[in-house]
């Protein structure tokens, strides 16, 4: 069967590799879909060698069908529709006993310590498989992992109907945290400088800003009545966004850090001391947030057709992390069963 898999030094092969049947307590896959997210791009750019083994299938955002099952498996059946919550914990770590196991300090984050779904047929423990409801686009499930991402970003934020949620960056995650807090009643503002970003948000209904070329802050004054935004949400990863999120949020207001900042930056401590702001991070998911990115989906309530911009071949795979890494897409979906 082939597989996409990362070499190192930013490089990604098509190869044969041997099929191999489930083991005890694992469900084998046909992939459908994998989706490419700014992780996987980390990893292409050599930043999560020492997690990755090389070489390696990565890829962690999928649907497919079961193909077969493993010994001791119940409640899944071939030929089922299914997507994959790809975190596994031990359980018996500080956090796990404390009900956090999706922060595990032992996590197996599958797709990057063990390989992942840019492969025709993928064997996964069957803890992580998780059943797609009758109908669902194989398409738009893809897009629930990233969903359950920016459904744990809202929810973590405590955000409630009628509060003001300002969202920088207007990325894949960043355009779904708008489209969650919206559904949850927020009134949404999105800060991101690329202009279909920018479109695409505002199609979405959020109110949106050109932070080059507009002041944010005197926005974010004038929509908030000079109280400021209840929620930010730092989804950009850059140094400077960081540090100006704080000047944003109302008097006990809360700042999600939601991008992956490979290295520490600042952070404007003496407006949290002055303004009681709370600092919150926000990692994966819990189960509930996938239920929630699932019925979303089920619902209709996500456009998934305007946030995928693109499906391309297995072969092509590489030219897909380009166009992500030079923000030229929005969603790129790998299409694993087909041939370029």
């Known amino acids: 069967m082939r597989a996409a898999q990362y070499t190192g030094h930013g490089s990604i092969e098509t190869v044969e590799i041997t099929e191999a049947a489930p083991a005890a307590g694992e469900v084998r896959i046909r992939v459908a879909y994998t989706g490419i997210c700014g992780t996987d791009l980390h990893i292409l750019h050599g930043n999560m060698d020492h997690r990755v083994t090389v070489p390696q299938s990565i890829g962690h955002e999928m649907s497919g069908t079961i193909d077969a099952i493993g010994e001791g498996v119940d409640g899944l059946t071939p030929g089922q529709a299914v997507t994959v919550m790809p975190l596994v914990w031990c359980g018996a770590c500080p956090a796990c006993r404390a009900g956090n196991s999706h922060i595990c300090q032992n996590l197996d984050f599958v797709g990057i310590e063990t390989p992942g779904a840019l492969q025709e047929l993928w064997n996964v423990p069957a803890s992580v ?43 894949p995650i960043g355009q779904l945290i708008a489209v969650v807090a919206a559904r949850t009643g927020a009134k949404v503002i999105v800060a991101e400088p690329n202009a279909d970003r920018r479109a695409l948000a505002a199609a979405n ?86 239920e929630r990115a699932i019925s979303l989906i089920a619902a209709g309530e996500i456009p998934a057709d305007t946030l995928i911009t693109d499906i391309v071949p297995l072969d092509a795979t590489l030219q897909a992390f380009e166009a992500l890494g030079n923000a030229q897409a929005m969603k790129v979906l790998v299409d694993v069963q087909a041939r370029g």
């Open 129 to 171: 498989v998780i059943p797609l409801p009758e109908g669902v686009s194989l398409a738009h499930a893809a897009l629930v992992e990233p969903l359950a991402v920016a459904a744990h970003d809202v929810r973590r934020a405590r955000l409630v109907a009628g509060e003001t949620a300002l969202v920088i960056g207007g990325g």
């Open 205 to 290: 209904g959020a109110h949106v800003v050109d932070p080059i070329s507009e002041n944010l802050g005197d926005i974010v004054q004038e929509l908030t009545a000079g109280a400021g935004a209840d929620v930010v949400f730092e989804v950009a990863g850059i140094a400077a966004t960081a540090l100006d999120a704080t000047a944003h949020a109302k008097v006990r207001g809360r700042l999600v850090m939601v991008a992956i900042h490979p290295k520490p930056v600042l952070i404007d401590l003496q407006r949290v001391f002055w303004r009681e702001l709370e600092i919150l991070g926000a990692r994966v998911y819990e189960r509930e947030d996938f």
